[in-house]
Every structure is written in C-alpha cells, then in structure tokens.
Nanobody
Framework: QVQLVESGGGLVQAGGSLRLSCAAS????????TAWFRQAPGKEREFVAA???????YYEDSVKGRFTISRDIAKNTVYLPMSSLKPEDTAVYYC????????????????WGQGTQVTVSS
C-alpha cells in the first residue's frame, strides 16, 4: 500500500514560484511512475507532469519550460517546482502513483494524495 501526502501549495502572484512535494510511505518510488495532476473548479482533473520508474519525464504542453518534475529516491519524495505561474495554473494539485509504467490518464494511477491548493492571483 502506498500513501501519498502533498505539500507546498499556497497563494502566489502571477509570475511567482512554488515548489510542491509529494512524500510517499510504502514501497520505493524507484518501482513506480509518479505524476502530478490538477483540477480547477468545474473542470476535469488533468495531467500535469510525470516521472517514470526509470526516471523519464513528460509534461503537459502548457507547463513545459515552467514546471520541472524530479524525485529523491532516498527520501521517497517527488517534487514539482513551478515557476512563471499564471492565473490559469490555479487548481488543486494531486500526486498520483502506480507501480510500473503509466501515461497521462487519470485511470492509469491507483494511488492518490489528498491534494494541495495552488492559487495564482493576477
């Protein structure tokens, strides 16, 4: 069983930065693909970024060059530093994980955190 706990959300002005963290208890992240999703009010949950069990990374187009996903296997933690934030980045951000490989679909992940709110003011 994997438990995920996100932290690092908050209120920031447009153009600012935040760093989200996702700490996992249970099996090591080295066997899991871990992703960040986000959900804005009234919208579906959408893919943001992922890091595979092998360390490959992939991103949703709107965050490329602004967000960077990384992990610290020793700490069993995945990070999402976010820069040049825009009001449209406002959402609840969720960490998700699944053993092995996965893509960009919500249904591919079977472990989820409780979410952390990111609000970007204009």
């Amino acid at each position: 069983q994997v438990q995920l706990v996100e932290s690092g959300g908050g209120l920031v002005q447009a153009g600012g930065s935040l760093r989200l963290s996702c700490a996992a208890s249970g099996p090591t992240f080295s066997s899991y693909t871990t992703a960040w999703f986000r959900q804005a009010p009234g919208k579906e949950r959408e893919f943001v970024a992922a890091i595979s069990w092998s360390g490959s990374t992939y991103y949703e187009d709107s965050v490329k060059g602004r967000f960077t996903i990384s992990r610290d296997i020793a700490k069993n933690t995945v990070y999402l530093p976010m820069s040049s934030l825009k009001p449209e980045d406002t959402a609840v951000y969720y960490c998700a994980a699944v053993r092995g490989s996965a893509g960009r679909r919500v249904g591919e992940y079977n472990y989820w955190g409780q979410g952390t709110q990111v609000t970007v003011s204009s």
